[in-house]
């Protein structure tokens, strides 16, 4: 039987091929600030968006009005059933119009049969999408719900349209696998070990064989892979490492392209005469590294083989901020986002670091208008953070945090914050101290829990720039931030620069403002050197000094923060 992607032709539309260096035949869409833009952009609709989400999405998203340049050649690229690598800048829309797309997509009666010719069943197809963090899998839920209420001339349950699995919700795993069953949702969004969960307790929940498009949000954290320059000794620990103890996304991946699949990509007549339609594979991240692209096209065997039938889009789009400010990624250097950072020294005193320049644009107001990333399995660490309770509080002797760091954040969130600011920690850092101590400041703070609809998910959201009566402060770590969309975010703040921190990790996170043409500022906060002791050894901490090393690399000048010397 002829492979699922085969029989796909590639629309006018999909964009001209360029010359890729790891393979000839590939479909290469590059850099979008090589491209130049002389027509009117097209609609949703002209790149393949159903009319119904079309039109749900003009009631439910009215600022999305004309696709961005990533959407206009991914969206082609996906629903044509191609495999697509998207790497594009942070907030360009990539999981926003992953999910327009997958919602256009028509379903698909999948079909499984044991040996050749001999039926062996057949059902909807299913997308699934997995996502690093049930924050992400939550928030796209919440599009889709948005989307469905308009989408819906049937009043039928959104359960038949989209399903989450994710843990800490309340649903049991029990309850996960009869929703399956019950609905066979058109997309299953979920979290690597919930997800695993269903796999291993009833596959006939979620068939694998009846999955027609697996979409990895934020592929590079929840694929372990190698750092590039890695040395002969530690690929051999790496590939001993793979195979006792694969992350749960490398499992699912390997249970949905069987190993059959892996070895003798899209033969026909497979030798053992199963012939199931292959699974289209979707990857994407903003900080997908070429060499872990190459190992995802040669060695995964997730990615088909047949190289014409593969979009890879890469790229920044920054170029084309000047002419279009609806396209995303103001982080670095659009001149929307304001860096600034400050130094908290022993005595109490802070200072702006060392080279801060003055603002050369008005400072926001009110009134204005990888390997690098720690293991994200733990999906405990994301129970509902909102409560504290006096015991959690009362076993610590007092605040892990520095006080005077938390103050000026304080300041700055009073003094600037219209509406919401995010304050991102330290992979490990204790976030209820965070939020305990930022409330005795008078802050109101949260913790990142999407479930909390009061106070966080309401954020999801643009609400306008209207001030709030009490503007809100979330506080969450590296990780979790990942892909997440808060479109009234003003201000990230960045509490001290720990090993996680990585030019890639600081743009990410930075990337949280700067979203679609609005502008922001990304204020950390750090102490000056200090030294500490592991067992005998007496280490130094300069956070200063890696802090300016990351503006180096990224060539960002610090702003001078006027409240502080
Ligand atoms: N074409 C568009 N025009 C205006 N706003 C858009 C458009 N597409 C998406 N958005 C808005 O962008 C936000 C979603 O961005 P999304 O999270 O998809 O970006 P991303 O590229 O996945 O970012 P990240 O790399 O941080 O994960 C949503 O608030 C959505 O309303």
């Known amino acids: 039987m002829a492979s699922f992607s085969r029989s796909l032709t590639c629309p006018p539309f999909v964009l001209p091929l360029a010359k890729h260096s790891l393979r000839p035949s590939l479909r290469h869409i590059g850099h979008a600030s090589q491209s130049v833009v002389t027509e009117a952009p097209p609609s949703f609709e002209s790149l393949g968006i159903s009319k119904p989400v079309a039109k749900a999405l003009q009631s439910t998203f009215p600022n999305v009005q004309i696709p961005t340049k990533s959407q206009r050649k991914f969206i082609p690229a996906v629903l044509s059933g191609f495999d697509v690598l998207l790497q594009n800048d942070t907030g360009t829309g990539k999981t926003f119009g992953l999910i327009l797309a997958l919602l256009s997509k028509p379903r698909q009666k999948m079909e499984f049969r044991r040996r050749k010719h001999l039926k062996g069943g057949s059902r909807p197809s299913t997308v699934l999408v997995i996502t690093p963090h049930r924050e992400l899998a939550l928030q796209c839920m919440h599009w889709i719900q948005s989307l469905h209420g308009a989408i819906n001339t049937t009043n039928s349950d959104v359960s038949t349209l989209a399903q989450l699995v994710v843990r800490g919700t309340g649903s049991s795993l029990k309850d996960h696998i009869s929703q399956l069953h019950e609905h066979q949702p058109r997309l299953v969004i979920g979290t690597p070990n919930a997800l695993l969960d269903v796999f291993q307790e009833d596959p006939s929940a979620l068939p694998t064989w009846a999955i027609s498009t697996v979409v990895v949000d934020e592929v590079d954290t929840v694929i372990e892979h190698l750092p590039p320059n890695a040395r002969k000794y530690d690929i051999l620990k ?21 190993k059959y699949i892996r ?9 053992d005469g199963s012939s199931e339609q292959r699974t289209q594979f979707i990857a994407t991240s903003a900080t997908l590294r070429s060499q872990f692209k190459f190992t995802l096209m040669r060695k995964s065997g997730w990615v088909t083989r047949r190289w014409k039938d593969v979009v890879d889009i890469s ?84 605040s892990p945090f520095n006080q005077e760091a938390l103050e000026a954040i304080a300041t700055i969130f009073a003094l600037e914050v219209p509406q919401v600011a995010l304050l991102v920690l330290p992979a490990t850092a204790p976030v209820k101290w965070a939020i305990h101590d930022l409330r ?44 997440l969309d808060l479109p009234d975010l003003s201000h990230v703040f960045r509490l001290g620069v720990w090993d996680d921190m990585t030019p890639r990790t600081y743009v990410h996170i930075a990337g949280r403002v700067g979203r679609f043409g609005k502008e922001g500022k990304v204020v950390t906060v750090v102490e000056s050197p200090y030294t500490f002791r592991e067992g005998k050894k007496v280490h130094v901490r300069d956070e200063p000094s890696r802090l300016a090393q990351i503006y180096k690399k990224l060539k960002i000048s610090p702003v001078k923060l006027e409240y502080f010397g």
């Open 263 to 271: 070895e003798v990509q899209d033969t026909s007549d497979r030798e």
């Open 315 to 398: 790229g920044s789009s920054r170029a084309d901020f000047a002419s279009l400010r609806v396209e995303s990624a103001g982080t670095i250097d659009s001149g929307l986002v304001q860096h600034s950072a400050l130094v908290v020294s022993p005595d109490g005193t802070i200072k702006n670091i060392d080279g801060s320049k003055v603002a050369v644009v008005p400072a926001l107001g009110p009134d204005e208008g990888q390997t690098d990333v720690p293991s994200i399995e733990d999906e405990l660490s994301l129970l509902p953070m909102e409560e504290i309770s006096e015991a959690d509080v009362d076993d610590a002797e007092s």
């Open 238 to 258: 790496f590939e001993r490492m793979l195979k006792k103890h694969p992350t749960p996304t490398r499992q699912i991946l390997n249970l949905i392209y069987p």
């Open 440 to 483: 005795k400041l008078g802050i109101n703070a949260h913790g990142l829990n999407i479930l909390d609809e009061e106070n966080v998910r309401t954020h999801l959201l643009r609400k306008g720039d209207k001030p709030a009566d009490n503007p809100t402060m979330i506080v969450s770590t590296t990780v979790f931030t990942r892909g």
